[in-house]
Structures are given as C-alpha cells and as structure tokens.
C-alpha cells in the first residue's frame, strides 16, 4: 500500500508542476471599441478655484452678535498662507450674491456682516453696533428663514492667473469664472 501512496503522490505533484503550459500562438487582436466624447459633455472647471455654498438656518448669539461656523475642507494651509478666500452671501437662494465684507449699515440699523477664518473652518459673524438690546440675528433681519453663503477659496497660482481681479466683488469673479453664478 506504501508503494501505491508514493506513486499517487508523485503523480499528483507531476500533474500540479509539469502538466500546464502555455502552448498554442496568440490569437488575433479584437475589434477595437469606439471612441468616447473628447469632453464635450462636461463643463469647464478651474483646479485653482474651488467653490462651496452653505445654507444656514440658524445662529449661534453672542454680547452685541450672532455668529455661525462653516466647515470647509477647501480652507487648507496653502489657501491661508498665499491664496484668497472671497465670501458672498445671498437672501433670495442664489439669485444675487451680495459682496462681505459689508462695514456698511443696513437702513441705519447697526448691522453689518463680515468673516474670520481658519484651516477648515469660516465663521460668519452678523454683529449689532448698538449693543445687545433688540439684536436679532440675519435670518430674521431679512424675514427668511435660510441664507446662503458661497466661499470661493483661490489658490495663489489662480490668483496669478488673473491678476488685478478684485476677489471680494461678485461681479469681477463671475465675469473671470461664469461656472461661479
């Protein structure tokens, strides 16, 4: 029984090892497939602009103004350091955008809006010039019930590219990047 074992084994491991090979010539190349579309479906886009529109519903109060925190992930080091962050906001979703820093008053009311950022974060503040007393916050300023704010975050080679654009008026930027409207 022995020998029958060894002699199976060996047969097996002869089959694993010896019996496959690759015999035979390669057959003819296949048809080739068509084409795609060079392009023509998508839209241009800037790898030096990047764009991110954020909704907000509700404010966070503070002493004499309301603030709110946007996390964008575009607000990298290299943005901070030799790039532009331009923020706009809009009360009517999207129809006009509307420029910030906005130091000016509203109707003689007090209230101005402006921004501060860091890596990944923006925080848009709405503040009071006459104190706390009678502060409400943009929304209800503006009777809606959202707002929206659109961050464009430049990098410093972009920035080149358009040199002399005055990045925090709507107008020029969309006039230098029409997919921005």
């Known amino acids: 029984m022995k ?4 002699s199976a084994l060996f047969f097996g491991f002869s089959l694993l090892f010896f019996s496959c090979s690759k015999d035979g010539a390669t057959g003819p190349t296949g048809a080739s497939g068509t084409n795609g579309i060079n392009g023509t479906n998508g839209t241009s886009g800037n ?5 991110t529109i954020f909704t907000v519903s509700s404010w966070t109060p503070s002493t004499n103004y309301y603030y709110c925190n946007l996390m964008d992930p575009d607000l990298t080091t290299a943005i901070q350091d030799s790039g ?3 923020v706009f906001y809009s009360i009517d979703a999207g ?3 509307n420029d910030l820093p906005t130091q000016t008053s509203f109707l003689s009311t ?5 921004y501060n950022y860091v890596m990944g974060k923006l925080v848009v503040y709405w503040a009071y010039n006459n104190g706390g007393a009678g502060a ?3 929304n209800a300023f503006y009777s809606i019930s959202s707002i929206q704010f659109k961050v464009i975050c ?3 080679s972009g ?3 358009y040199p002399g654009t005055n990045w925090n008026h709507y107008n020029e930027v969309k006039q230098i990047l029409p997919s921005q409207d």
């Not at 790898?47 to 764009?51: E, M």
């Open 136 to 138: 409400q916050d943009m």
């Open 159 to 161: 920035m080149k590219k």
């Open 84 to 86: 532009n962050v331009s």
């Open 110 to 114: 007090g209230y101005h809006v402006g």
């Open 95 to 97: 129809g006009v955008w």
């Open 154 to 156: 430049t990098t410093a």
């Open 3 to 6: 020998p029958f074992k060894i």
């Open 47 to 51: 790898a030096n602009v990047k764009t």
